[in-house]
């Protein structure tokens, strides 16, 4: 069946450190795939996606990239800041279906 | 995108009672989803909801324990009906107005005591 699996965490960095989150799926066809973050106490917010193999989502100096021979979208940040602490959501949403298969979140803590 | 209001964003309720969640949403959608996302756990599709039509309940929830309205194409409510502190969890609707990405409401913390 269709399956996300994330790096477990929490991550746990000084700021200004690279970041890489793991994300690798199992999915028939050619998903859609999502990164979501939720900060302490809110809801989940769409950070980046990517709707093909070779496309890279980017969004406030996050990135990842669909790789369809890795079958993964790992996610990175150059230079982590303290309110990048949340919990990272990888998702996908397989052809032909309006739901989202979520991965357990990866928590990521910040430090100054 | 789509902006979504949900409510109440918390709530302490006691065993055997029920609680409903409202979702709004500032324009028309087809498709709204409601989820659940147990303490430390990752989010789970609990059913969804398409206007004029029962909702569609995923594998391991049920209708009886969780009944879903959906009277027009910017509204829906999830019930919880008598509720155990294991319902205890995040609540969260869900519309995928783009088509291809979904827009998240707040969240309901729900507490059972």
């Known amino acids: 069946g269709n399956s996300v699996t994330q790096m477990e965490g929490p991550v746990t960095l000084s700021e200004e450190a690279f970041l890489t989150i793991n994300c690798t799926y199992t999915?028939?066809?050619?998903?859609?795939l999502f990164w979501y973050v939720q900060y302490p106490g809110e809801g989940l917010q769409l950070l980046l996606k990517a709707t093909k193999a070779d496309d890279k989502g980017s969004n406030k100096g996050f990135e990842a990239t669909y790789r369809k021979e890795t079958t993964s979208f790992h996610l990175e940040k150059g230079s982590v800041q303290v309110s990048d602490s949340a919990v990272y959501f990888c998702?996908?949403?397989?052809?032909?279906?309006?739901?989202?298969?979520f991965g357990a979140g990866t928590r990521l803590a910040v430090h100054p | 995108s789509a902006v979504i209001s949900q409510k109440p964003s918390r709530d302490i309720c006691q065993r055997g009672t029920s609680l409903t969640i409202q979702c709004q949403v500032d324009?028309?959608?087809?498709?709204m989803f409601w989820y659940r996302q147990q303490p430390g756990q990752s989010l789970t599709l609990i059913a969804t909801a398409n206007q004029g039509s029962e909702a569609t309940y995923e594998s391991g929830f049920v209708i009886d324990k969780f009944p879903i309205s959906r009277p027009n194409l910017t509204f829906s409510t999830l019930t919880v009906s008598n509720m155990s502190p294991e319902d205890s969890s995040i609540y969260l609707c869900?519309?995928?107005?783009?088509?291809?990405?979904?827009?998240f409401g707040s969240g309901t913390r729900l507490t059972v005591v």
């Open positions: 869900s519309v995928d107005q783009t088509g291809d990405g979904y827009t």
């Open positions: 998702a996908l949403r397989t052809d032909g279906y309006n739901k989202l298969i």
């Open positions: 324009s028309q959608v087809t498709m």
């Open positions: 999915a028939t066809g050619y998903p859609s």
